[in-house]
């Protein structure tokens, strides 16, 4: 046996814990435990085989012909080219009612042709040829400005995934504001369990960053349809996108969605970045990944002591494969004229574009290229990613940061607050115990 490379260790509050990244197995550790390991690195005999047996079974050391690093990069390219699921992030719109001082997309005018529905049609059913989940998110733009065009194209989708015997599952990233009774009601009848919504603090705070394109608040609008939402049976994912001029306004938007009783209501955060030229003018204000680390790390503290979804917070590190959808063969994003891209931050950006759906024809040099580099993003061919301890939960960071920064990978926000977050798990599990 040998030690594994994916430990990490450290003391909190006196007490000695380790957490293996590869299997995100946790442990309070004693004298025994590091006295073994001293064991295996100086090719000496551990006798206590049941403490062996346990830090095998929590994968903090591994057969000496295991190859750790070999056995990772599997996972990852497996999960990069798994031919059973497909993902689709649709924008039947880029057009938007709102103006938010950070967006990140150039708001554009039309809703999705009849010809272009017509086609993601036709790549659904040739999916559920093959597939065994389907999953489709509605984007834009705000995709309720076309809410005929995402209850066509549901109902053909359910019926394609019905007759395949395939799983389907959809999900809508919506400001939330155009949420009347109505639309709650034909968001059910489209099958999509769940949405993203999101408020970017107290009422004051939203309403100078989330704002009609008319410049009115929405602050009191969204909150009354997250409201109706939740008596609906349905109980949205509320993100708070975070940067300089909100951050210490948080408290207070948690603790008055604790007063509405949103306990149930998922709270996610979002580091607000300048992706694009279209809000480069927010730059200044942005949280660098180690300040938004921490930050978030203090207001998962406030979600858990206010009740929020004990099984969320703290949050715990999860394995990843791939990174997301952008560096997986079989997931694609797709605007209102049928360009096709890899990722979010690129819709609507031509040049970024990796093809036309409407069109049969072979990929350009710069399009191929496009698809080579998203695709083929590794935190693998980069030494500082190879050789880090926390790299079965980061994979390299986000593949868009990296190649807007000439190929260097961003790290993670576990780099800078995992030995806290842990911590606090560790803190959190010896109390209720």
């Known amino acids: 046996m ?34 073994a390991l001293e064991c295996l690195r100086n090719g000496q005999e551990v006798t206590d085989p049941d403490l062996l047996e346990n830090m095998e079974y929590g994968g903090f050391i591994v057969g000496d012909e295991f190859d750790e690093k070999q056995s990772l990069k599997l996972r990852s390219w497996s999960n990069k080219f798994s031919p059973e699921n497909y993902g689709l992030t649709i924008a039947p719109t880029l057009a938007c009612n709102f103006a938010c001082l950070y967006c990140y997309e150039s708001a554009k005018k039309g809703i999705m042709s ?99 394109s008319n410049q009115k608040g929405t602050f009191d609008v969204i909150i009354s349809n997250i409201l109706q939402l939740v008596e609906a049976g349905i ?6 996108n ?17 007063d509405l009783k949103l306990e149930q209501c998922r709270i996610t955060f979002g580091h607000v970045n300048a992706y694009t030229e279209a809000c480069a003018n927010i730059e200044g204000s942005c949280l660098n990944v180690k300040e938004y680390a921490e930050e978030t790390i203090e207001y998962q503290h406030l979600l858990h002591e206010a009740g929020f979804l004990a099984s969320e917070y703290p949050m715990y590190p999860g394995i990843k494969g791939n990174y997301c959808c952008a560096d997986s063969v079989y997931s694609y994003v797709v605007d209102p004229e049928g360009y096709l891209y ?35 993003w590794s935190p693998f061919e980069h030494e500082k990613c190879i050789e880090c301890s926390i790299l079965p939960i ?15 990978p961003e790290c993670e926000k576990w780099k800078y607050n995992i030995e806290a977050a842990l911590g606090f798990i560790f803190e959190n599990a010896s109390t209720s115990v």
């Not at 509050?13 to 004298?31: H, P, R, S, Y």
């Not at 109980?235 to 708070?240: C, V």
């Open 114 to 212: 009849k010809e272009v529905q017509q086609s993601i049609v036709e790549m659904v059913e040739d999916a559920a040829n093959s597939k065994k989940d389907i999953q489709i998110t509605w984007y834009g733009g705000e995709p309720l400005l076309a809410i005929n065009v995402i209850r066509e194209m549901s109902a053909q989708f359910i019926a394609i995934c019905a007759e395949h015997q395939v799983n389907y599952f959809a999900y809508m990233v919506t400001n939330g504001y155009l949420l009347t009774p109505e639309v709650i009601e034909q968001l059910k009848e489209c099958a999509i369990q769940n949405l993203q919504i999101t408020i970017d603090g107290p009422k004051e705070v939203h309403d100078s960053r989330r704002m009609l």
């Open 2 to 35: 040998k030690e594994s490379n994916y430990n990490f260790f450290f003391e909190y509050q006196a007490t000695k814990l380790c957490f293996n990244a590869m299997t995100c197995a946790f442990a309070e550790i004693g004298d025994d435990f590091m006295d």
């Open 242 to 258: 975070v940067d300089k001029t909100n951050k210490d306004s948080l408290p207070q938007i948690i603790g008055y969605l604790k």
């Open 235 to 240: 109980h949205p994912d509320i993100r708070i």
């Open 342 to 376: 890899k990722c979010w931050n690129d819709i609507g950006n031509v040049e970024k574009s990796i093809g036309l759906i409407t069109e049969d024809e072979a990929l350009t040099d710069l399009q191929y290229k496009t698809l080579a580099d998203y695709l083929l």
């Open 394 to 408: 980061c994979m390299g960071g986000c593949p868009f940061n990296g190649m807007s920064q000439g190929g260097d």
